[in-house]
């Protein structure tokens, strides 16, 4: 586990520069383009293709950086619908599994898809960048999702300061 967490460290001291100056120059592009439509009365030749590049890297690395710090959107309601720790945990752990699945079929659509664009060979028409380069973004981050839903199952069911099903008996009534 210390070598893994080294290993996201690395990725997340990589992923942070990487996002800041893809986001500020994805941000600065459709500027430019705006401009260059609205002063000079036609778009600026080939950036948008640029900046979907940009855009799906952008997108993409920073849902893997929400995944690794589960700030994600998330719909827990357990906490709303009961008091019971018991409940909350089994359904926090329900929630992980099913995310998990999920995110086992996005890796493999997502490589199906990697494996096409490579196949295919299709290039963007401006600068004749491989369309695989943004579609990897899809088949990268997915792995990393999947890495860190199995670390936050791994803590859900190994965490010592809750037993999922305490020794004492559940009462019940006190569900809610």
């Not at 120059?25 to 030749?45: D, E, H, K, N």
């Not at 008091?83 to 992980?96: F, L, M, P």
Request: charged share 15%; glycine share 6%.
């Amino acid at each position: 586990m210390k070598l893994l967490a080294k290993l996201d460290s690395l990725l997340v001291r990589i992923f942070h520069p990487i996002l800041i100056v893809v986001g500020l120059s994805v941000a600065l592009m459709l500027v430019v383009g705006i401009l260059t439509r609205t002063f000079l009365g036609a778009p600026l030749f080939g950036l948008e293709e640029i900046m979907l590049l940009g855009v799906m890297w952008f997108y993409m690395l920073g849902a893997a950086l929400a995944s690794r710090e589960r700030s994600h959107l998330s719909g827990d309601f357990m906490k709303v619908l009961t008091k019971n720790h018991v409940v909350w945990r089994a359904a926090s752990i329900a929630s992980t599994l099913i995310s998990l699945a999920a995110g086992v079929l996005f890796v493999i659509w997502s490589y199906d898809l990697f494996a096409w664009g490579v196949q295919r060979g299709q290039a963007t028409p401006v600068f004749s960048i491989p369309w695989v380069v943004s579609q990897s973004s899809l088949f990268f981050t997915s792995i990393l999702f999947v890495a860190y839903l199995l670390r936050d199952l791994i803590h859900e069911l190994t965490d010592t300061d809750r037993e999922l099903f305490p020794k004492e008996d559940i009462e019940w009534e006190s569900i809610e």
